[in-house]
């Protein structure tokens, strides 16, 4: 298993989609966006990620 989000860390999801964590859940982690490259449009710039969607950025 990957190494799971901390709340602060930047995460990367759906090829390019960048976020900061700002609380980690049992399986998920709530991630305000950063950085949007991707025509997805997110309500508060702020979604929900599973644990097995998403990789930490170092």
């Known amino acids: 298993m990957a190494a799971q989000a901390k709340a602060g860390d930047k995460i990367r999801f759906k090829g390019n989609i960048e976020g900061?964590?700002?609380?980690?859940?049992?399986?998920?982690?709530?991630?305000?966006?950063?950085k949007?490259?991707?025509?997805?449009?997110?309500?508060?710039?702020?979604?929900v990620v599973n644990h097995k969607n998403y990789h930490i950025v170092k």
């Open 20 to 34: 900061r964590v700002r609380k980690v859940n049992d399986n998920s982690v709530i991630v305000d966006i950063t």
């Open 36 to 47: 949007n490259e991707t025509d997805t449009v997110f309500q508060g710039n702020v979604t």
